[in-house]
């Protein structure tokens, strides 16, 4: 129900998409369904406790939930973009995840259909208002976002 919308708004579907290495910001559409649930997660800027923050909350989200960052994220895990999951921020100045130093990850954020390695695409995934930034100087290979998944428009 929650992608319904932007079904109805004929959302053009998304090849699988790999970003250069570095830092994109993303604004994009954030369609809210009726039961969405607010998951907010308080950075600290500290590896370890941003990691298990993130992460906790991906997997305690259910489809159609909105996980909101408030502040800097440092993590050292790809963050997944669950389909049917909204990702967004206060604003993309204020609200950011960041690679750490040395993680030298293949994604910073990932389709969860690109983590598990299926060739189908999951459905949307929203992020807005927040900013990804993959460390460029302090890491190497590191996609910043890659993307698998049908209906998916990126604005910027």
């Not at 939930?65 to 990702?87: A, K, M, S, W």
């Not at 060739?119 to 993307?147: C, E, F, K, M």
Request: glycine share 10%.
């Amino acid at each position: 129900p929650a992608l319904e919308g932007a079904e109805r708004r004929g959302a053009a579907a998304a090849r699988p998409t790999a970003m250069a290495p570095g830092r994109l910001l993303c604004p994009l559409l954030l369609v809210h369904g009726a039961g969405a649930r607010q998951l907010d997660v308080h950075c600290q800027r500290d590896v370890v406790i941003d990691t298990a923050a993130i992460l906790n909350t991906v997997n305690a989200s259910l489809k159609g939930d909105v996980i909101q960052i408030h502040g800097t994220c440092v993590v050292n895990e790809t963050v997944p973009l669950l389909e049917g999951r909204g990702f967004v921020g206060v604003d993309k100045n204020s609200s950011r995840i960041v690679q750490a130093d040395g993680a030298n990850l293949p994604a910073l954020a990932a389709s969860d259909a690109w983590l598990k390695g299926t060739v189908a695409p999951g459905s949307a995934t929203r992020i807005a208002h927040l900013t990804l930034d993959g460390n460029s100087q302090a890491n190497t290979g590191t996609h910043t976002i890659v993307l698998r998944a049908w209906l998916l428009n990126v604005y910027d």
